[in-house]
């Protein structure tokens, strides 16, 4: 830490406690960051114009949703009713920051408790195209702590920031960038730290980082990009698959490539898209999911007798933890069902109750953050403390076991899956206010084996 950074840090503390309260973290966090001027900006479907395929997988990607989505909507609203201090407050005040950074940073939207309908055609689609292409400095790897160089609007379009030196152009001036071609671009975004607790609430590029894909040979190197900008329906292109080339051009009159990057940009959520109606990004991430993991049955026991079974899963294609992201929210689980010589259920573990909650005995992957008590809570502006944190390491893998209670004769068929949901149902329907809602289960994969 700089020795700024101790002494605002020990202001800080020095004085909430001496006041209470904790006054201006914003500004602690922001150290180097600038105000955006949200005249410089264009809107998304100017660069459509030309742009046209890029634009089509861009709309209805999440980064085109990200303050049209319903649940986040909700939830940053409903999540500032139960903050209890200024330090929770001010987390939970800070949500646009990511989710709408041009809104945010021009004091359109200055915060959760605003009105999100404040919006214009430049900011509406939060994650446009030219906030991301007139990124010129990262300040920190988090918290959206980033700067921009935007022209002066349509008139005076500026610089666009890509993969490649010297484009030709009619419109906008274009430089190469080595934000853009690294996964730093994503990072500023996909590390989100709580701004009083500093508890880490998404870690996804810091996953990233420390894993076997972020390795120091160019050759090996698999950035963010390299995943998440080379899927088409049927190509997932995860760590488990092909990452294929797209020949092409980026533009109307752009030069012919060997690879033009892919905009979809999905991840796991299934839900949304269905919500908002765009298919092609639901079938796109659910396919993504299928191909992330793969499970193994292996089991234990002496003799003709069986009494515990071990289903390893293996994050195989997932550059960071499996599950990443809002990790409290999304729920992986495994389904376990061993049947005895007759066909007949003798175990079963991982159902769904009538209420729609897993059965209490279900081995979840996911992340539990705990308030300043210690008690569970899923109000990120709350946690202070990270409780519970099971998920699976990018090329690694874990072991759950099951003691079955006593011991079976051979032969068992034991049948294992792995299911992903984005959200738990009875949290979608307090978010949407609606009674009945149906979240989309996705079968990511299945293991079956007979034990003679
Ligand atoms: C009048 C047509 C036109 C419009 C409008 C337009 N562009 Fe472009 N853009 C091009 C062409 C042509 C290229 C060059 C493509 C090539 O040769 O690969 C290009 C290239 C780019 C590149 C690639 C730079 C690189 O390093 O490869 C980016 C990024 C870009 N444009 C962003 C934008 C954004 C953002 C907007 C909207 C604010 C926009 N463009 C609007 C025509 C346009
Ligand atoms: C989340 C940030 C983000 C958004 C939003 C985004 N892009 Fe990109 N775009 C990138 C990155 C990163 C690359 C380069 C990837 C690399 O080189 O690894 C890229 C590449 C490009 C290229 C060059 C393609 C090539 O391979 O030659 C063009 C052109 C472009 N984007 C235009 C657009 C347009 C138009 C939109 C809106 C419809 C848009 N981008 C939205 C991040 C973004
Ligand atoms: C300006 C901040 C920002 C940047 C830059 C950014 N993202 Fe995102 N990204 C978000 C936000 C916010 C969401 C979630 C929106 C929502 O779900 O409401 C998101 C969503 C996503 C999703 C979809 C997650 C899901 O649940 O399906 C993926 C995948 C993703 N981003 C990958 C990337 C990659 C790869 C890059 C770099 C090329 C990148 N992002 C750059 C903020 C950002
Ligand atoms: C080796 C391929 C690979 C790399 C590299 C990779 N991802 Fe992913 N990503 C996946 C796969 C597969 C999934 C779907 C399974 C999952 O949710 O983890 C995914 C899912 C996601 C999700 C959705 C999480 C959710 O539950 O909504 C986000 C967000 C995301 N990735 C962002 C990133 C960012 C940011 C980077 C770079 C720091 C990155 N990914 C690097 C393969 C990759
Ligand atoms: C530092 C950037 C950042 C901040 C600040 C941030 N988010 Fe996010 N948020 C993201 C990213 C990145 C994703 C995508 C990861 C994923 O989908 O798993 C996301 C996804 C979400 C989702 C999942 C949306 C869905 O449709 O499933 C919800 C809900 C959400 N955020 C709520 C919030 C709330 C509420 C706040 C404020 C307390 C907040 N976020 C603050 C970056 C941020």
């Known amino acids: 830490m700089k020795r700024n950074s101790i002494v605002l840090f020990v202001f800080v503390i020095v004085s909430s406690a001496l006041y209470g ?7 602690y966090w922001n150290t180097g960051l600038k105000d955006f001027r949200r005249e410089g900006f264009i809107k998304p479907d100017v660069c459509g114009q030309c742009h046209d395929e890029i634009y089509d997988m861009w709309n209805g990607s999440m980064h085109s949703n990200a303050i049209i989505d319903p649940l986040f909507v909700a939830a940053s609203k409903l999540l500032l009713k139960g903050v209890e201090n200024s330090g929770e407050r001010e987390d939970a005040e800070h949500c646009v920051a990511c989710h709408n950074p041009i809104a945010y940073r021009s004091g359109q939207i200055k915060g959760s408790s605003d009105d999100y309908s404040n919006v214009d055609d430049v900011t509406r689609h939060s994650i446009s195209c030219d906030m991301c292409h007139t990124v010129d400095e990262i300040v920190k790897l988090r918290n959206a702590s980033f700067n921009t160089d935007p022209g002066n609007g349509e ?22 960038s080595k934000i853009h071609t690294s996964s730093e671009i994503c990072g500023t975004c996909h590390n989100v730290t709580h701004l009083w607790y500093i508890t880490r609430l998404e870690g996804t590029y810091d996953e990233w980082y420390h894993s076997p894909y972020n390795s120091l040979d ?10 998440h900008m080379r899927q088409s329906l049927g190509k997932p292109s995860t760590g488990m698959t092909q ?19 892919r905009h979809y940009v999905v991840g796991a959520n299934t839900l949304l898209p269905e919500l908002l109606d765009h298919p092609v990004h639901g079938q796109l991430a659910h396919e993504r999911l299928e ?9 234990a026991g002496t003799g003709k007798k069986v009494d515990s079974i071990t289903v390893r899963v293996k994050n195989k294609g997932a550059g960071h933890m499996l599950p990443t992201g809002v990790t409290e929210f999304r729920q992986m689980w495994i ?9 007949k259920t003798v175990f079963f573990s991982g159902g769904v109750k009538d209420d729609g909650s897993l059965s209490d005995d279900t081995r979840i992957f996911q992340t539990v953050f705990g308030d300043s008590e210690g008690n569970p809570t899923i109000n990120v502006a709350k946690a202070s403390r990270i409780l519970y944190d099971h998920r699976i390491q990018p090329k690694g893998y874990i ?27 009875s949290l979608v329907s307090i978010l949407l206010e609606k009674s009945e809602v149906s979240v989309p289960v996705v079968v990511m994969t299945v293991s079956e084996s007979k034990i003679e």
Not at 21 to 27: G, T
Not at 291 to 299: G, N, P, Q
Request: charged share 35%; glycine share 6%; aromatic share 8%.
């Open 291 to 299: 191909h992330a993991a793969e499970i193994e049955i292996l089991h």
């Open 399 to 425: 072991d759950e076991f099951y003691g079955l209670g006593k011991a079976y004769d051979k032969p068992l068929t034991v049948h294992a899956e792995l299911k992903y949901r984005s959200m738990v149902p």
């Open 218 to 227: 160019p050759e090996e190197k698999v950035t963010c990009q390299n995943c």
């Open 335 to 343: 389904e376990l069902t061993v049947k005895d010589k007759k066909g």
């Open 155 to 176: 008139d005076d379009p500026g610089v666009k920031r890509g993969p490649h030196d010297q484009v030709e152009s009619m419109f906008h001036d274009s430089k190469y």
């Open 243 to 261: 990452r294929p080339d797209y020949p092409g051009t980026s533009a109307s009159m752009g030069e012919e490539r060997p690879h033009i990057y």
């Open 21 to 27: 309260d904790v006054p201006e973290i914003k500004d």
